[in-house]
């Protein structure tokens, strides 16, 4: 297995005008206590549409 995605989740937060590193570090300590079927409210675009301000913008 490669790092493609990965890369893809970084690129994509700096797209959408996050810091990668905060960004992968707030998602991975959540991700393990939340739900599988709502996993798509931790990608990027969607973090930034829950709060405008994040801590990592």
Same mark, same amino acid.
Do not use: G
């Given at each position: 297995m490669n790092g493609? %995605?990965?890369?893809?989740?970084i690129k994509t937060a700096? /797209? @959408?005008g996050?810091? %990668?590193e905060a960004?992968?570090?707030? /998602?991975l300590t959540? /991700?393990?206590?939340? %739900?599988i079927n709502?996993?798509?409210?931790l990608l990027p675009w969607n973090v930034i549409a829950q709060d405008p @301000?994040?801590?990592y913008r």
């Open positions: 493609s %995605p990965a890369f893809s989740l700096k /797209i @959408n996050l810091d %990668p960004y992968l570090r707030d /998602i959540r /991700i393990t206590d939340h %739900p709502r996993i798509d409210e @301000n994040c801590e």
